[in-house]
Each structure stands twice: as C-alpha cells, then as structure tokens.
T-cell receptor, first 115, second 116 residues
Framework: AQSVAQPEDQVNVAEGNPLTVKCTYSVSGNPYLFWYVQYPNRGLQFLLKYITGDNLVKGSYGFEAEFNKSQTSFHLKKPSALVSDSALYFCAVREFSGSARQLTFGSGTQLTVLP | GAVVSQHPSWVICKSGTSVKIECRSLDFQATTMFWYRQFPKQSLMLMAT?????????EQGVEKDKFLINHASLTLSTLTVTSAHPEDSSFYIC????????????FGPGTRLTVL
C-alpha cells in the first residue's frame, strides 16, 4: 500500500521569506511524486512532479521540491514567498510500476503568506 | 495543454432529488477517469475509478447504487448522486488520465454540491 504524510496542517510565513511544506511518503516500489495547489472552491493545479533523474525538481510559479530517497521525503520549497502563494497544498504519490497506478493524496497543508 | 472540464461548477438541490455531474477531457482521450470527494479543508478521497466501456470500480465504503458512474466515451464520464441528502453535500472533483504513453492525470475544477 502507498501512503503520504503531510505533518503540518498549517504553515505561516512572512512574504519574502523562504517557505517549506513537508511531505513524506511510503511505497513498496519506486515512486512518482507530485505537488498540487488548490485555491478556494477550485480544482487542483499541478505544480511539479518527480519521476526519475535529478533529485531537485523545478516547477511552476518558482516552486521546487527535493526528492530524498533515504528520508522518503519530497518537501516543497520556494526561496521567496508571495502573498498570492497562500493556498492549500497537496503532496501525492503513485507507485511507479504498480498495477493500480492511482494517486494517493496527503491530508493537505494550508499555507498562509503574511504581508 | 490538457484540460478537464466539469459541469456544473455548482449546484443546489432539494433532498431526495438526483444530480448529474459531467466530467470531460477536452483535448485528449481518457480511458480512465477518477471521481474524488473533498470535505472542507480536507484531502481528496477517491470514490471510484471509471473505465470507458466497463463498470466503475468503487472504493470501500462508497455506495455504488447511490453514486452512479457512467463512462460512455473516451472523453466523458458522469457521476449521478441519486436521492441526494444533506450529508452528500461536498466538493466533487474528477480527474482524467491521458491514454497516451505518459499516463498523466489531469484534474477538473470541481463541482460544489449543496443539498438542502
């Protein structure tokens, strides 16, 4: 079985400061890892994904994430937060070679960037 | 880019009525579509996996007779909430998997259902 943990329900950061949203995962094989963002009453928007290759993945809106196999983590980062980054962020995992190949989502982290 | 649409974006209905939500992949074919339910400030919970031309696979605890899913074509899946009750009020999100080699999964904008 695959699972995702987002240990922080809420992250607050001042505008201009770096931000980190944490994610750890568990799969039996190799993972596909994703980050999505959701604004109020909207669907999910894709930010970035890791499949193979470089551990540091760059995505939309200046976000990046670092895949750490030994720590089974895929934390989302941004060097300088914007107020407009305030939203709900979801980490998701899918097993690379699993037959079901469906996404499992974390519980979500509400990011609030304070002006 | 790949776009998934949902219709309606919001709906209010009376208890006991049925509501149909459509999910369309606009510029790609989707052999597989997924239906999720999301409660306020919570994660997405997979309800069912819909495969074109065959019966949907429901997750444990999801009533298949209450949440009817039809995936009649490679670009359209529908979710019908039958005999809706206030506890069915939720945000329903569909997702479509691109049938081409990359198997990317794209999400619709969601449908807000309120049952009075």
């Amino acid at each position: 079985a695959q699972s995702v943990a987002q240990p922080e329900d809420q992250v607050n950061v001042a505008e201009g400061n770096p931000l980190t949203v944490k994610c750890t995962y568990s799969v039996s094989g190799n993972p596909y890892l994703f980050w999505y963002v959701q604004y109020p009453n909207r669907g999910l928007q894709f930010l970035l994904k890791y499949i193979t290759g470089d551990n540091l993945v760059k995505g939309s809106y200046g976000f990046e994430a670092e895949f750490n196999k030994s720590q089974t983590s895929f934390h989302l980062k941004k060097p300088s937060a914007l107020v407009s980054d305030s939203a709900l962020y979801f980490c998701a995992v899918r097993e690379f070679s699993g037959s079901a190949r469906q996404l499992t989502f974390g519980s979500g982290t509400q990011l609030t960037v304070l002006p | 880019g790949a776009v998934v649409s949902q219709h309606p974006s919001w709906v209010i209905c009376k208890s006991g009525t049925s509501v149909k939500i459509e999910c369309r992949s606009l510029d790609f074919q989707a052999t597989t579509m997924f239906w999720y339910r999301q409660f306020p400030k919570q994660s997405l919970m997979l309800m069912a996996t819909s495969n074109e031309g065959s019966k949907a696979t429901y997750e444990q605890g999801v009533e298949k007779d209450k949440f009817l899913i039809n995936h009649a074509s490679l670009t359209l899946s529908t979710l019908t909430v039958t005999s809706a009750h206030p506890e069915d009020s939720s945000f329903y999100i569909c997702s479509a998997r691109d049938s081409r080699g990359n198997n990317e999964q794209f999400f619709g904008p969601g449908t807000r259902l309120t049952v009075l």
